[in-house]
């Protein structure tokens, strides 16, 4: 019989993990209460490696380089808020974009 290998979950998946659930969660709470511990969580997010997915390469390509996961926070809540929007117009980002094509 062989032996199962334990799991072993990445930094990376980890700290998406993070991002993802426990940061929200902890944000919300603490709003909730009327504490301002948003500074820590900021901290946390740009001491994390950055994120990695399409969206995030779509700005890379652009040269819009994520050096946290602070960065991809704000590249995916630009993306919402604007690309998505098609507003691009609204946002400096979009305008520096447009003026380099």
């Known amino acids: 019989e062989s032996r199962k290998k334990p799991?072993?979950?990445?930094?990376?998946?980890?700290?998406?993990?993070?991002?993802?659930t426990v940061i929200p969660l902890q944000f919300a709470y603490a709003q909730k209460r009327?504490?301002?511990?948003?500074?820590?969580?900021?901290?946390?997010?740009?001491?994390?490696a950055p994120e990695k997915n399409s969206?995030?390469?779509?700005?890379?390509?652009?040269?819009?380089?994520?050096?946290?996961?602070?960065?991809?926070q704000v590249l995916l809540q630009l993306k919402n808020e604007y690309c998505n929007q098609?507003?691009?117009?609204?946002?400096?980002?979009?305008?520096e974009l447009l003026k380099n094509k």
Not at 86 to 95: E, F, W
């Open 34 to 48: 009327g504490e301002l511990i948003f500074e820590n969580l900021i901290d946390f997010m740009k001491e994390a």
């Open 86 to 95: 098609k507003a691009c117009l609204k946002c400096a980002v979009g305008i």
């Open 7 to 20: 799991k072993v979950l990445s930094k990376a998946f980890i700290d998406l993990i993070i991002l993802n």
């Open 55 to 72: 969206i995030i390469d779509k700005f890379a390509s652009f040269g819009l380089t994520s050096k946290s996961a602070f960065d991809t």
